[in-house]
């Protein structure tokens, strides 16, 4: 078993490991691994397609490694093994991904369901990112100077305190960036030797073996086209002849095709080791040696010096703020403080409903800014506890961090214990990881209690609104579960096809009045999915991100795929695909076609999910037709509810 920090390559590692048992599944795992290369995409983490050129390469090492096992040169294992370092090689250079700044990265707004999935992933544990995130940023000297009230003196002092805070935390963050790449560029360069070593161990043909193979793939290409033959069944218009020279066709374009793939195999394996050989002379220029044990410790350090900086800022703002009369102005600067740890930590939502921004919301409620008091009374009462919760939320996410390092430095220890990760028993993995996993199923209780208590927040003001305003209390509703749970709140096509009808100009009375019964009834009906969606979306949030990590991270072939196909079409895409057939049906009935086609058009995503319409109207997408949330289908992105 292997834990690796090479994230990028866990797709192919993991859908070689349980097919080369036999010649059928090699050959099929082969071509499945040149369509990963262009279909790119698993679990969340999506990654740059191979170019042309590198694709073309792929496919012929995989039909020279298909042959060598069939011709009985390299058996199964040595394949996957090769095939490996051959992908790891490829996908080296993508590794540079900027990882930290897609964690960083607002996904507010963002309609895809699949966007979200990757948050529910625990991050990688060597790409450590709200640790190296300050407590202060320049932009929040103006802030304080609003909310405070200060005057020019005391706002130049302030933004003298958080500047020198800036510098010393730049100072203090400096050397984990720089030991983390160090690090890595050791562990690439490790890699490397593995995968040249696992090259000069590869057979190498000469003419007499050659000839020996090409016999042998003959044979067993021969067998396997009798099969196929035989498993199309026999037609009663072809006689024995005539299948013996389908046979004898298939047969031979299938040998020339693989003894090519035979003949080219020496000059691949050839060239491959010299990039791999030139890749790793560039690693070992990396320098001053790091390990794991120097990543914890000054993660640890920075820990602590995140907190001593904080608190000096905090002691420091007290020295200038709170002057006179004490209680008051203390309170006004923990309530200005409590906002800033607030709004720093918006970016971080992992769950549905973390994305609801509750000033923002309130904006959208009154966007002529004729705001109800109401409103921002129930925040400010909300505030110190959303501020309490998202602080305890980023603490236990920078502990889940030092833990991911920690977790490092103990594989480090069993690899040198055990010579290499594959010596290494499955329950020691399991105990190594356990820690790291507690740490992060913390963090996502931290996630779904702010969440709770955003939710709560919104329910609240809903109900104060009400009391006065239901119309406003009801665009305050929409508005925050637009935010929160995007995907599950946006605008379908029924929606927008009884808008455009209502705005035809030649509808007549009778029309007008079935129509606008049509959209209320609609609505109500649009309401319940919705509601349903977004308790489902909730419940599975929670239910996905405390998957065991191995799985999440696709490392477990002992596991099935966590995913489900609603993780990718969204909840409830049955359901709002149904309400757009109804909808549509209704409004041809009541229609001219001249007047019908003046509606939005529902169209076909390319997934084959029903974007409108469509064949493919349960969200059955063209890679995850059976939407059975088991297998490469699923895990694609089984198509999406129509819209």
């Known amino acids: 078993m292997r834990i690796s920090i090479d994230t990028v390559s866990l797709k192919e590692r993991f859908m070689l490991v349980s097919g080369l048992g036999s010649l059928l599944a090699c050959s099929l795992l082969f071509s499945m691994q040149v369509r990963a290369g262009e279909e790119g995409q698993d679990a969340g983490q999506q990654d740059a397609q191979p170019t042309n050129t590198v694709r073309q390469e792929m496919q012929a090492l995989g039909q020279s490694l298909k042959a060598a096992v069939m011709s009985g040169q390299m058996d199964g294992d040595e394949a996957k093994a090769l095939w490996d370092a051959v992908m790891a090689e490829v996908k080296g250079g993508d590794r540079n991904r900027n990882d930290v700044q897609k964690e960083r990265e607002s996904l507010q707004g963002n309609e895809e369901p699949k966007a979200y999935i990757g948050r529910l992933i625990p991050p990688d544990p060597t790409r450590p990112s709200r640790l190296l995130e300050p407590e202060f940023l320049p932009r929040d000297v103006q802030f304080l100077a609003n909310r405070l009230d200060l005057d020019s003196d005391r706002a130049g002092i302030v933004e003298n305190i958080i500047r020198d805070y800036t510098r010393a935390f730049e100072t203090a963050s400096a050397s984990l960036p720089e030991a983390i790449e160090r690090y890595q560029m050791m562990e690439a360069q490790r890699k490397l030797e593995d995968r040249i070593a696992q090259l000069d161990r590869t057979p190498i043909f000469d003419d007499r073996n050659m000839d020996q193979a090409i016999d042998v793939l003959s044979q067993q290409v021969r067998e396997y086209a009798e099969a196929s033959v035989a498993k199309e069944g026999g037609d009663a218009e072809v006689n024995s002849d005539e299948q013996a020279e389908i046979v004898e066709k298939r047969s031979n374009e299938w040998t020339s095709e693989l003894a090519s793939g035979l003949e080219n195999f020496n000059e691949r394996m050839s060239s491959l080791r010299a990039r791999m050989q030139a890749r790793l002379d560039q690693v070992q220029e990396v320098g001053e040696v790091v390990t794991a044990d120097d990543l914890v410790r000054l993660a640890k350090q920075l820990q602590l010096q995140r907190r001593d900086l904080k608190a000096d800022v905090i002691e420091m703002l007290q020295v200038i703020l709170v002057l006179n009369d004490t209680e008051v102005e203390q309170a006004a600067l923990d309530d200005a403080l409590a906002e800033l740890e607030l709004r720093h930590g918006l970016r971080h939502a992992r769950m549905g409903g973390e994305f609801i921004n509750p000033w923002s919301v309130i904006i959208d409620t009154y966007p002529d800014r004729n705001i109800d008091p109401a409103a921002n009374l129930a925040l400010e009462e909300y505030k ?130 079935i129509l606008d019964d049509l959209q209320a009834n609609t609505a109500m009906q649009l309401r319940a999915i919705q509601d349903e969606s977004i308790r489902k979306r909730m419940k599975r949030d929670a239910e996905l991100a405390r998957q065991p990590v191995l799985s999440l991270w696709g490392m477990d072939p002992e596991a099935e795929k966590p995913w489900i196909v609603e993780d990718w079409a969204g909840q409830e895409y049955a359901a709002h695909s149904k309400l757009n057939e109804q909808t549509e049906s209704t409004l041809r009935s009541i229609l001219t076609p001249a007047q019908f086609e003046q509606l939005p058009k529902r169209r076909v995503q390319k997934e084959g999910a029903e974007k409108g319409k469509g064949n493919a109207k349960e969200g059955k997408g063209r890679r995850g037709q059976r939407g059975s949330g088991k297998g490469k289908g699923a895990a694609n992105g089984g198509g999406k509810g129509g819209k």
């Open 384 to 513: 110190p506890l959303l501020a309490a919760t998202i602080e305890q939320r980023s603490r236990l996410a920078i502990s889940r961090e030092i833990k991911g390092l920690e977790m490092i430095e103990e594989r480090d220890a069993l690899i040198t214990e055990y010579g290499d990760e594959e010596n290494v028993d499955r329950e020691l993995w399991l105990k190594v990881i356990e820690p790291f996993s507690k740490s992060w199923e913390r963090q996502i209780d931290a996630s779904i209690n702010y969440r709770d208590q955003l939710l709560d927040l919104v329910n609240y003001t809903n109900a104060v609104l009400a009391e006065q305003n239901p119309e406003a209390a009801e665009r305050y509703r929409v508005a925050a579960m637009r935010q929160g749970f995007a995907p599950e709140m946006r605008t379908r096509w029924c929606q927008r096809a009884l808008k455009a009808a209502l705005e035809l100009d030649d509808l007549n009375e009778v029309t007008l009045i």
